[in-house]
């Protein structure tokens, strides 16, 4: 029982680099959410949101500098 639940709390931990492309596919690639879930294999859109927020936030209050955008960005 408890290897089952160890289990299901692995596999949906994501890695900190597998948030951080999915939020900047949502807001600076104009991704749509249901795409980047089926791309990056992310199970609850719920979470999804929860991210995209957080970053939103974190970029509002200065917490999160991005880089410059580049000629092919613009």
Do not use: C
Not at 10 to 32: H, K, M, N, P
Request: aromatic content about 10%; proline content about 3%; overall charge negative.
């Amino acid at each position: 029982m408890q290897d089952h639940i160890q289990d299901l709390l692995q596999r949906f931990q994501y890695s900190e680099q597998l948030r951080e492309t999915a939020v900047f596919r949502i807001l600076f690639g104009g991704e749509e959410p249901s795409q980047v879930m089926a791309d990056l294999d992310i199970h609850n859109s719920y979470t999804l949101r929860n991210w995209v927020s957080l970053y939103q936030r974190k970029i509002q209050t200065g917490l999160l500098t991005l880089p410059a955008m580049t000629t092919t960005q613009k």
